[in-house]
C-alpha cells in the first residue's frame, strides 16, 4: 500500500465504483425464478449520497446488470450508472472526456480481474479488504472494510474529511 494516498486523496473531485465486490459482499442470492438479488451496504450508499451533495462527481461502472441495482443507484441521486459495461478503460475515458476530468483527480475501487486495466489509468486505484491478490498489488490504498460491508464509506469519509467537506456534511450543512 502507497503511503502516500492521503496527499492524493486531497485531490479527488471523482469516485469511480465497480459494483459486485465493491458495492456488494460479491453474493448473489438466485430466486426460483432464476432473478439475482444483491444486498448493498446503506452506509456505503450513505456515503456516495454525501459525496455528490458535496459536489463530487460518483459514477459506477460495472460489468453486470441488474435494473434493481440501477433503481438502487438512482435513487442515492447518482447519475452516471454504466452497467452491462464490456470495456471499463472506454468507459472511463469517455466519461473523463465528457466530464472535464484528469485521471489523478478520480479514485476508482475495483476488487477482481475486470478493474485491473482501468486501475491502472486512475489517480487514486482503491480496493476493499477481500479483494483479489492482483488488485491489491496494483492498489494504493486497501480499505479496511470487505467488499459490500463499508469499503465505500471508508473511502468516502476520508477523502471528504481530508478535504474539510465531511464535518460540514454531519453539522447539517447540507441538509
Same mark, same amino acid.
Given at each position: 500500500m502507497n503511503k502516500n494516498y492521503k496527499e492524493i486523496m486531497n485531490h479527488i473531485t471523482t469516485f469511480i465504483f465497480d459494483v459486485d465486490g465493491v458495492l456488494t459482499d +460479491?453474493?448473489?442470492?438466485?430466486?426460483? %425464478? $432464476?432473478? #439475482?438479488?444483491?444486498? #448493498? +451496504?446503506?452506509? &456505503?450508499g450513505f456515503a456516495m449520497k454525501a459525496a455528490?451533495?458535496?459536489?463530487?462527481? @460518483?459514477?459506477?461502472?460495472? $460489468? *453486470?446488470? +441488474?435494473?434493481?441495482?440501477?433503481?438502487?443507484l438512482k435513487n442515492l441521486g447518482i %447519475?452516471?450508472?454504466?452497467?452491462? %459495461?464490456p470495456d471499463k478503460v472506454e468507459t472511463f475515458e469517455n466519461y473523463k472526456k465528457l466530464h472535464s476530468i484528469k485521471s489523478e483527480e478520480v479514485l476508482y475501487m $475495483? &476488487?477482481?480481474i475486470p478493474d485491473y486495466h482501468v486501475m491502472q489509468l486512475v489517480g487514486l486505484p482503491t480496493c476493499p479488504q477481500d479483494a483479489s491478490p492482483e488488485i491489491k498489488k496494483?492498489?494504493?490504498?486497501?480499505?479496511?472494510?470487505? *467488499?459490500? /460491508?463499508?469499503? @465505500? /464509506?471508508? @473511502?468516502?469519509?476520508? @477523502? #471528504?474529511?481530508?478535504?474539510?467537506?465531511?464535518h460540514l456534511y454531519y453539522n447539517g450543512k447540507h441538509d
Open positions: +460479491n453474493s448473489v442470492h438466485i430466486t426460483p %425464478t $432464476g432473478d #439475482m438479488l444483491r444486498i #448493498m +451496504n446503506i452506509r &456505503d455528490i451533495e458535496s459536489g463530487y462527481k @460518483v459514477c459506477i461502472i460495472s $460489468g *453486470g446488470s +441488474n435494473e434493481g441495482v440501477r433503481i438502487r %447519475t452516471d450508472i454504466h452497467l452491462g %459495461t $475495483g &476488487d477482481d496494483i492498489s494504493k490504498y486497501i480499505s479496511h472494510k470487505n *467488499g459490500g /460491508r463499508g469499503a @465505500v /464509506r471508508e @473511502v468516502i469519509e476520508q @477523502v #471528504m474529511k481530508l478535504q474539510g467537506k465531511w
